[in-house]
């Protein structure tokens, strides 16, 4: 991945390494477990737009690229796409630095909705930027 695309991917949201406990039975890195990290990375985005705390609501598109192997270090990248009154829509983005080979790659995508939500978990307007 060249410096120029790396820069396209905005923000970097999260960071971890791929282990072995986060597999599936072929051997690869389980797609529940990925989910659950991006979904972590677009939130922190959301809730930082929002300038508080923000709840899943949806799961718009989401296309598995690439496996990811146990050892490699998994950088998730995320990009608000659209505010509304009381949600808000994040890009993330999904790369890998193999171990061995030091390539990074994009190995997955998708586009998550959070609501932001008041102290009570109830909706609550986003201000206006």
């Known amino acids: 991945m060249s410096s120029e695309q790396r820069s396209n991917l905005d923000e ?4 971890t390494v791929a282990m072995p ?4 039975p072929s051997g690869d890195i389980f797609g529940g ?8 990375a677009g939130s922190i985005v959301a809730s930082k737009r929002t300038k508080g705390r923000t709840a899943t609501v949806g799961l718009e598109a989401m296309s ?3 496996p990811i192997k146990v ?24 790369a890998v630095e193999r171990q061995l080979s030091g390539e990074t790659i994009v190995v997955t995508e998708g586009l998550f909705t959070y ?3 008041n102290e009570k978990g109830q909706p609550r307007l986003i201000e206006r930027l």
């Open 21 to 24: 406990a986060d597999t599936n």
């Open 12 to 15: 970097l949201a999260t960071r």
């Open 64 to 66: 598995f690229h690439k």
């Open 115 to 117: 609501v932001a939500v």
């Open 71 to 94: 050892g490699d270090i998994v950088s998730n990248y995320a990009r608000v796409v659209r505010v509304g009154r009381t949600s808000i829509t994040v890009e993330v983005i999904t």
């Open 33 to 40: 477990w990925v989910l659950s990290e991006m979904d972590i």
